[in-house]
Structure formats: C-alpha cells, structure tokens
C-alpha cells in the first residue's frame, strides 16, 4: 500500500516525514479541515494496520508521531462529543435493551433500499470502493478490544471475531469475500487501492473504529460500536445483495452480502447481550460508554449515507475522481 495524495498542509507535512527516517519533532496542528484531518489520522492508524511499502516500520511507536497523532485524535473525539450526544445513563442490566432502542431510533438516509432499486452499476462500485476501505481490514479495528476484556465479554468478542476471520479458512475470512465483491464488479480489491478516492465522511467512520480499539480507556465504546454494526448490518446486507443481482452480480460476488444476512443475525444477539450485556454488568461505570460507542457508529455511518445519497441525487461522484479500476 502506497501512502495517497496530501490533501492539505498537516497531511502535506505528515507524508513528507514519513518517507524519511523516524524521528523529529511533533507537526505544530493549527487549523486543519476535516479531509486533511481524517487521512492525517487514518495514516498514522494504518501504521498499526499493515503500514506503508515507503514508511519505515519504526514510524509506528516514534514518538513525535504519538504526539502528533494525540493531537489529531483530540480534535476528533472533541467533534463527536459535539456531535454525538451521550446516550442517557442506564443500568447495566439495561443496556441491551438501550442498545436495540438506539437503532431502532436510527432514522438514516435509505441508502440501502436505493442500492437494492435504483442505483446504476457504477453508483455501486462507488458504494464498494467506500466500504473496501473498512472491508478489506473488516474486523480488525474490534480486535484491539480482545487483551482488554476478561471472561464472558472477551469470549462474546472472541466467537464473532473467529467467524469474522473464517473460521480457520482463509477463503471465508469476510475481508477475503469482499475482495470477491470487488473483482466481481472490476475494482481493484489490493489493500487500500482506493484511499485517495475516499472522502472524509468516509475515513472517519474507520478512524472510530481505530481511535475506540486502540485507547484502553474507550474499550466499552470500542464494543458499543462492534454492536451498533452488528445490529444494523442483516437486512440492508439482504438489500445491498439484491441490488448487485438486480446489476448482474453473480452468487461470487454477492457472497459476501448473503453471508452477512445470516451472520450478523446471530452476531447481533452475542454483541448485544453476551458481549455489551455482560461488560457492562461487570463494570458499571462504563455502561454509558457502551452506547455512545453505539450512537456514534449510528451518527457517522448516517453521515456518510446522507453525504453519498446528496452526491448520487445531484447526480454527480460520492468520490474524490476516478474510481480505480482492477
Ligand atoms: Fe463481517
Ligand atoms: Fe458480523
């Protein structure tokens, strides 16, 4: 994976320091924009991922980056505070119950239900190539949760992440299905190929994922969020499969969506109440991060489907130039 197009002065700067040697002083973060921001922050991310052919590995715990990286993650936690209210308290014994109430009174944008009946085959090579930026590393950012739980919540997460991963069977791993999907509609499925097509709306829907994983401290919204997915996912992956036959998708391509009809299903109950449920009978004081780790997988994924489905009415791109063919 090559490190994308700056696109603006701290991502400028951030790239210009890691193609060279590991050291230096923390970037001075003034003003900066939400598209310089997010793929600011998604690359120093990504070196805990799989990293970049031209930066050295050392970036990964150098310590100006950290700094630079802290920075950049306060600027978003302080916009989702601001964006995301914090769910009202509830009993740890309420919690699954607060979660199914969160999605239910999710109202987003019907992105899934115009993929099923109206999108045109490009319009959802676009939705692939916004998705292949979290599906191509799909359920690795949750996975920084396992060494923070104990007991029932680690083996709740530990059971969906084993299905996740296949199983034991590399060719069920659901990364390894989306790429299927991808070659299926003629994208390029190589690992981060279309980063620098991928708005911001985009990239902060995985740096969530990362900022929740990779903080000890957020590791009851790391699982909120891991549940809001799970339980949003079976029926618009019903959709988003009749959509690509509607296109022509063959049973390859569509695998990973009917997979995830099924899956999820079951997913969403261990999330909810073996994972979210019993973390937050054994720690109390961090139920309410379980649902704002929720609410804000809800928020930024509705986001993301109203900012793609302006895009798609005006008819024009959801994406930064060209789609990157296989
Ligand atoms: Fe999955
Ligand atoms: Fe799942």
């Not at 014994?93 to 009174?105: H, I, S, Y």
């Not at 791993?173 to 279309?194: N, P, Q």
């Not at 986001?303 to 489905?309: C, G, I, K, T």
């Amino acid at each position: 994976m090559n490190l994308p197009a700056a696109r603006g002065p701290i991502t400028a700067a951030l790239f210009g320091r890691l193609t060279g040697p590991p050291g230096g002083e923390p970037l001075a973060v003034h003003e900066v924009d939400d598209e310089d921001l997010h793929l600011a922050l998604f690359v120093c991310y990504e070196l805990h991922y799989q990293g970049f052919d031209e930066v050295d590995e050392r970036w990964e715990w150098e310590p100006s980056l950290l700094r630079t990286r802290a920075e950049l993650e306060r600027r978003f936690e302080s916009a989702l505070r601001e964006l995301v209210p914090r769910p009202p308290a509830v009993p740890p014994q309420e919690v699954r119950r607060a979660l199914a109430e969160l999605v239910a009174a999710d109202d987003g944008p019907p992105l899934s239900t115009f993929l099923q009946r109206e999108a045109s085959l490009e319009q959802f090579r676009e939705f692939v190539v916004h998705r292949s930026i979290y599906h191509l590393k799909e359920a690795d950012p949750h996975s920084w949760a396992i060494p923070r739980l104990r007991g029932r919540a680690k083996a709740a997460l530990v059971e969906i992440q084993s299905d996740e991963y296949g199983g034991g069977r590399p060719e069920r791993m659901h990364s390894e299905l989306f790429r299927a999907t991808m070659r299926g509609l003629g994208l390029d499925d190589s690992y981060g190929a279309h980063l620098g097509r991928v708005p911001a709306a985009t990239l902060a829907i995985s740096n969530a994922m990362s900022l929740f994983g990779l903080h000890r401290r957020l590791r009851g919204a790391s699982i909120g969020h891991l549940a809001a997915f799970e339980m949003t996912s079976s029926l618009p992956n019903r959709r988003y499969a009749a959509g690509l036959r509607r296109l022509g998708g063959d049973a390859t391509a569509t695998r990973f969506y009917d997979e995830h009809v099924q899956a999820d299903a079951v997913h969403e109950q261990i999330a909810a109440h073996d994972l979210c449920g019993a973390f937050a009978l054994d720690h109390p004081s961090l139920a309410g991060d379980v649902l704002y780790g929720a609410a804000c997988a809800l928020t930024l994924e509705r986001l993301w489907a109203a900012q793609v489905m302006s895009r798609w009415l005006r008819g024009t791109t959801s994406l930064l130039g060209e789609v990157v063919a296989a």
